[in-house]
């Protein structure tokens, strides 16, 4: 019983690694991320992001996602710019416009 149990974890475990390095290659998942990161866990997964196709130099490329909203002021933060340096993605900056 004790190594079903061992192995359970040990699998869930490399699991969430896995899922925590495949986000780094993906905006999307970068975005995802990024909320699970400010405590947003079930935002983060029922979320809905869009591409504006939009790619700014400076910023990155524009995404729009629903359901977050930021706890301290209670406004919500929709849009997302993302960078890519080499294969990995990552949010350089939110707000709630463009």
């Known amino acids: 019983m004790k190594i079903r149990k061992r192995t359970s974890l040990l699998a869930a475990a490399i699991l969430i690694v896995l899922l925590w390095i495949a986000s780094f290659f993906s905006p999307e998942g970068a975005i995802r991320r990024y909320m699970f990161l400010k405590l947003h866990p079930i935002n983060a997964v029922t979320s809905e992001i869009t591409d504006f196709g939009v790619h700014l ?25 993302v960078k890519k340096r080499g294969p990995f993605w990552y949010v350089s900056s939110a707000g709630s416009g463009p």
């Open 57 to 81: 130099a400076i910023d990155g490329h524009l995404y729009h996602a629903t359901k977050y909203v930021d706890r301290a002021t209670g406004g919500e933060i929709s849009f997302f710019y």
